[in-house]
T-cell receptor, first 112, second 111 residues
Framework: DADVTQTPRNRITKTGKRIMLECSQTKGHDRMYWYRQDPGLGLRLIYYSFDVKDINKGEISDGYSVSRQAQAKFSLSLESAIPNQTALYFC???????????FGPGTRLTVL | QKEVEQDPGPLSVPEGAIVSLNCTYSNSAFQYFMWYRQYSRKGPELLMYTYSSGNKEDGRFTAQVDKSSKYISLFIRDSQPSDSATYLCAMVNTGGFKTIFGAGTRLFVKA
């Protein structure tokens, strides 16, 4: 089984809808991350969490929220989706010493 | 100025060529340097990891760090079509606080 899983893998939604992307990990890492990836822009950090009670905004948090339900689970929500949130979203875990990161397979989100 | 600069490419080479991928950075506090490989429609995966300056070799891959020049490189020897992917450099400051990724270089190795 994969160490970092994301659901759903693909999602098409309409403008204004609320959606949630979920991430689970079995690596036992305290750190978890949400990124979006757009062509030519690389990985951009949305939110990160260094433990269950720690949530921090990344460089592009506007329009997103997160919930860290447990050490192993970190969800990303789009409260009211808009078309420019169409992107590939990755969840990752990180080691506490060097922040070596392990990525999930990604969720391809399309907002119409 | 971005903390980490990486040429997005694309870089196209024939099979068997030596590939050189590079990143420059501005923050002298970076101590850990990584290279991630990302195949199309997949998540990035850690390829190489080095601490501080010097070289590290793993099979056909060599990672090189020059902290005095704030420059890191990844060399791929005897490149194969299966090496075709996007390569992202990544850097972490002292204490492993947070990773900064480069934008990625897209590599095509032609058979």
């Amino acid at each position: 089984d994969a160490d970092v899983t994301q659901t759903p893998r693909n999602r098409i939604t309409k403008t204004g809808k609320r959606i949630m992307l979920e991430c689970s990990q079995t690596k036992g890492h305290d750190r978890m991350y949400w990124y979006r990836q757009d062509p030519g822009l690389g990985l951009r950090l949305i939110y990160y969490s260094f433990d269950v009670k720690d949530i921090n905004k990344g460089e592009i948090s506007d329009g997103y929220s997160v919930s860290r339900q447990a050490q192993a689970k970190f969800s990303l929500s789009l409260e009211s989706a808009i078309p420019n949130q169409t992107a590939l979203y990755f969840c990752a875990t990180g080691t506490s010493d060097t922040d070596t990161q392990y990525f999930g397979p990604g969720t391809r989100l399309t907002v119409l | 100025q971005k903390e980490v600069e990486q040429d997005p490419g694309p870089l196209s080479v024939p099979e068997g060529a030596i590939v050189s991928l590079n990143c420059t950075y501005s923050n002298s506090a970076f101590q850990y340097f990584m290279w991630y490989r990302q195949y199309s429609r997949k998540g990035p995966e850690l390829l190489m990891y080095t601490y501080s300056s010097g070289n590290k070799e793993d099979g056909r891959f060599t990672a090189q760090v020059d902290k005095s020049s704030k420059y890191i490189s990844l060399f791929i020897r005897d490149s194969q079509p299966s090496d075709s992917a996007t390569y992202l450099c990544a850097m972490v400051n002292t204490g492993g606080f947070k990773t900064i990724f480069g934008a990625g270089t897209r590599l095509f190795v032609k058979a």
